[in-house]
């Protein structure tokens, strides 16, 4: 029994750590106790004092490390503690003159870290094997392999025929329904044009890519086996004969699973910033006042 209880609190333990909430009071806590241990107390050093630690002198040799690919010599690393000290201390001198008041840049250089820092607490508990499951259960469109096309194109050019173009494009479709599938000579019955006119298995992406989105949607919905038209694109009119239309090709969560877990990572970080932006936000009242010549009122701020 006793075991038994004890599995039972471990599993509650383990379900609660990967909570969003939690993560939130993980967060807070973390805030809040950075900000009491630089705030002002008997405990802090003089300000007439500047010690460099060894964890800032290994932290300072091993980013020299990554850039340089070998250790700094003796000479380079008094160096580079020498231009940590004057960093240091250009760094106190600035804050006691109020050089961070006012500043955009070292505004958003301070949102942008504690957005990095709620980010690496979302990624901080990886999505189980059950969660992997049911979110690639409920994108599995996204990652199936995509349809393939294979059709044949006559263009017809605006420019060249003018008015007569969509009364030429209904000639030549009639005389192409009449010949049949697609020839080597079909392209002969309408205008020269600067891409090929047989497309073999090109997906939608890729259509679109060549013709335009309007075009490829409209492809997609033609019946293969018989020519259509006129379709247009932005370099003119078409008509188009689809040979050939595969489906879809389901994939199993064990061929896309680095790239499911990339999406259910970047979906729970994206969940997990919104959610403490919004705590964040009800604890203020945020107002826009009228300014010279405006008419607006002051409104109250939501989210973003």
Same mark, same amino acid.
């Given at each position: 029994m006793k075991r038994r209880t004890s599995r039972t609190l471990r599993d509650r333990f383990v379900a609660a750590a990967r909570e969003p909430l939690v993560?939130?009071?993980m967060l807070g806590a973390l805030i809040y106790g950075v900000a009491s241990v630089a705030a002002p107390g008997t405990d802090e050093p003089p300000e007439d004092r500047i010690t460099v630690t060894a964890g800032e002198i290994d932290w300072i040799t091993s980013s020299w490390e990554k850039r340089w690919s070998r250790p700094p010599t003796p000479q380079e690393r008094q160096g580079l503690i020498d231009e940590f000290v004057r960093e240091t201390i250009y760094y106190r001198a600035a804050l006691a003159m109020g050089l961070d008041?006012?500043?955009?840049?070292?505004?958003?250089?301070?949102?942008?870290?504690?957005?990095?820092l709620t980010q690496d607490l979302a990624a901080s508990v990886p999505p189980t094997p059950e969660e992997l499951r049911a979110?690639?259960?409920?994108?599995?469109?996204r990652y199936a392999l995509p349809a393939f096309t294979t059709f044949t194109h006559v263009f017809v050019d605006p420019d060249a025929r003018e008015e007569r173009t969509l009364e @030429?494009?209904? %000639?030549?479709?009639? +005389?192409?329904?009449?010949?049949?599938?697609?020839?080597?000579?079909?392209?002969?019955?309408?205008?020269?044009?600067?891409?090929?006119?047989?497309n073999p298995e090109r997906t939608q992406q890729e259509i679109a890519k060549l013709f335009g989105a309007g075009f490829a949607d409209e492809v997609a919905g033609l019946?293969?086996?018989?020519?259509h038209g006129p379709v247009l694109s932005g370099y003119g009119v078409h008509l188009v004969y689809v040979s050939d239309r595969s489906d879809p090709v389901p994939v199993q969560l064990a061929d896309v699973r680095d790239d499911v877990?990339?999406?259910?990572? @970047?979906?729970? %970080?994206?969940?997990? +910033?919104?959610?403490y932006y919004e705590a964040l936000r009800e604890r203020y009242e945020v107002v826009i006042e009228d300014g010279p010549g405006q008419d607006y009122a002051a409104v109250e701020v939501g989210g973003p």
């Open positions: 993560h939130f009071l008041r006012d500043d955009t840049i070292i505004r958003r250089r301070l949102a942008q870290k504690l957005e990095f979110f690639f259960a409920e994108h599995a469109d @030429d494009a209904e %000639r030549i479709v009639a +005389e192409l329904r009449a010949q049949g599938p697609p020839t080597e000579r079909s392209a002969d019955l309408g205008d020269r044009f600067m891409l090929q006119a047989y019946e293969p086996g018989r020519w877990l990339r999406d259910l990572e @970047d979906q729970r %970080r994206r969940t997990f +910033e919104a959610d």
